[in-house]
């Protein structure tokens, strides 16, 4: 991912599809959600950060679920 911005809508179905694959309680998932309903830029971020540390089957696998 690049520096581009994401919008809210996209982050919080980017946050479901990670709760089916990681699990709701994943930081990732939390992260992603709070990001979603907040929109700060820390949020998002940390949420970003939080993405890019996943293994990269499950970050592919939450790309292909909002894809669909």
Request: aromatic share 2%; net charge positive; glycine share 6%.
């Amino acid at each position: 991912m690049d520096e581009t911005t994401i919008d809210r809508a996209a982050m919080g179905r980017l946050a479901k599809a990670l709760a089916f694959i990681c699990g709701p309680d994943h930081p990732t998932t939390v992260a992603l959600k709070t990001a979603a309903d907040t929109g700060s830029d820390s949020d998002t971020k940390k949420a970003r950060r939080l993405f890019l540390k996943l293994r990269p089957g499950d970050r592919r696998a939450a790309m292909t679920m909002l894809s669909d």
